[in-house]
Nanobody
Framework: QVQLVESGGGLVQAGGSLRLSCAAS????????MGWFRQAPGKEREFVAA????????YYADSVKGRFTISRDNSKNTVYLQMNSLKPEDTAVYYC????????????????WGQGTQVTVSK
């Protein structure tokens, strides 16, 4: 069992930055690839970014590439999402998740999810 708790969301103006954190407890964090997903009102949950277990390989959705950075600190059992140059279309609830297997960018590959943190970007 893995417990995930996100924090760091909030309200920010367009062009601003936020850093999300996801603290994990339970099974060995360092053995799990970790991902960030987001869900805007009326839309499906979509992939944002993911990191392999060691953090050496990272994946990003095209919509956030060059603006968002995923990182992890295995000594702190925490994964981060640094979000820069935020846009109103980035407004969503952001979830971190631990992968159980399968394609790293597919939400079906993740079986442990946090409760989500709201990010709102104003114009």
């Amino acid at each position: 069992q893995v417990q995930l708790v996100e924090s760091g969301g909030g309200l920010v103006q367009a062009g601003g930055s936020l850093r999300l954190s996801c603290a994990a407890s339970g099974r060995t964090f360092s053995s799990s690839a970790m991902g960030w997903f987001r869900q805007a009102p009326g839309k499906e949950r979509e992939f944002v970014a993911a990191s392999t277990q060691s953090g050496t390989v990272k994946y990003y959705a095209d919509s956030v590439k060059g603006r968002f950075t995923i990182s992890r600190d295995n000594s702190k059992n925490t994964v981060y999402l640094q979000m820069n140059s935020l846009k109103p279309e980035d407004t969503a609830v952001y979830y971190c998740a631990a992968r159980s297997g399968g394609a790293i960018i597919s939400r079906e590959s993740y079986n442990y999810w946090g409760q989500g943190t709201q990010v709102t970007v104003s114009k």
